[in-house]
């Protein structure tokens, strides 16, 4: 391997790694202000939610296929079924979508 | 207390595996994508096993083939990665106190989708163990398919690769859906984050080129920030899984 290409992996793994360690190690776990605690109570709500749309509809070859396989998923999700059969019903109606139509 | 350890990091790894399965066929993507772009594959196999960040590394691999140099590349990772200090800094908040040594390997694992799961899951997802679980299978998904695309000659089959993509999705959904149950504070701040969504990728052009990894921070600071202004205190029947 050349030696711009080790610059290039180390370089990246350190920037990458930097973000991901400084909060863990320095985030105080106690009291924080109300405020700030609902703040942080809601991430993982609108993070999921930045992740899903729009990016889902683009995620297979084709938005029909995508919605159908997310349409199936968010019924099994309501229905409170397994992360498994969710994500194995998600595949399974895209795959079906896009072999039918 | 081993026996407990090592159960706890299987369930961990079990939980984790829809994670591996969605990262498979992206990795073989970038695998693929590194080789047909002159990167040898011990370049693209190093950089999953040291970086382990998806978007950032299909970038990379993309600037380096149009001659771009080590530092601005370094300089783009670290801009698309800046919204992981937003999760690190949530999940430190659910681990609570963990020695650094876990620690620092628990925010190895950090990435949007571990970060979901662990997140959002029951209480039990706080055990060191588990999380160290659900991170190997997600690692172990990424590096092992940006082996085996860097060595393929084709990719995977198209239909096949097409409903591999909405399995992550998938997941998110099933992550999403149960916390939305009940709560008008949850489902307020969804719909707000589905509205600025919409509104940066649709927008006027000077919104949606922000990167993405930006877009995610911003959207989720201001979402959240309204949330806990309309919503500052807990509703019923919330609550319990930041009982510290």
């Known amino acids: ?101 | 207390m081993r026996t407990v350890k090592r159960d706890a990091f299987l369930t961990g790894m079990k939980n984790g595996l829809p994670i591996a399965f969605g990262y498979f066929p992206i990795a073989v993507a970038f695998g693929l994508l590194a080789k047909a772009n002159g990167l040898p594959a011990v370049t693209s196999i190093l950089m999953s096993v040291l970086v382990f960040a998806g978007a950032s590394q299909f970038i990379a691999v993309n600037l380096w083939a149009t001659g771009t140099g080590c530092g601005e590349i370094v300089l783009t990772t670290f801009l698309v990665n800046m919204r992981h200090f937003l999760m690190s800094a949530t999940l430190a908040r659910r681990l609570g106190s963990q020695p650094p040594n876990v620690k620092a390997l628990i925010a190895f694992g950090v990435t949007d989708e571990t970060f979901a799961l662990l997140a959002m899951g029951p209480e039990d997802n706080r055990d060191p163990g588990f999380v160290a679980g659900v991170n190997t299978a997600a690692y172990l998904g990424w590096v092992l398919g940006t082996a085996a695309g860097s060595m393929l000659v084709r990719g995977l089959p198209a239909l096949l690769q097409s409903s591999m993509g909405l399995a992550l999705y998938a997941m998110f959904i099933g992550l999403l859906v149960p916390g939305l149950k009940g709560s008008k504070a949850n489902l307020t701040v969804v719909g707000l984050t589905l509205g600025l969504s919409a509104v940066a990728s649709w927008g006027p052009p000077w919104l949606t080129a922000i990167g993405k990894g930006w877009k995610i921070m911003i959207i989720t600071v201001i979402a959240c920030a309204l949330g806990a202004l309309l919503f500052p205190g807990e509703e019923e029947g919330e609550g319990e899984k930041d009982a510290q």
């Open chain 1, 1 to 101: 391997m050349p030696n711009s290409h080790l610059l290039l992996v180390l370089g990246m793994a350190a920037v990458t790694y930097l973000p991901r360690l400084l909060p863990m190690l320095f985030m105080s776990t106690d009291r924080l202000p109300p405020v700030l605690k609902r703040f942080f109570d809601f991430v993982p709500y609108a993070v999921l939610t930045t992740l899903i749309f729009p990016e889902m509809l683009f995620s297979t070859a084709q938005p029909a296929s995508a919605i159908a396989g997310g349409l199936l998923a968010l019924l099994l999700a309501a229905r409170g079924k397994s992360l498994f059969l969710i994500v194995a019903g998600g595949i399974g109606g895209v795959f079906l979508w896009e072999l039918l139509f």
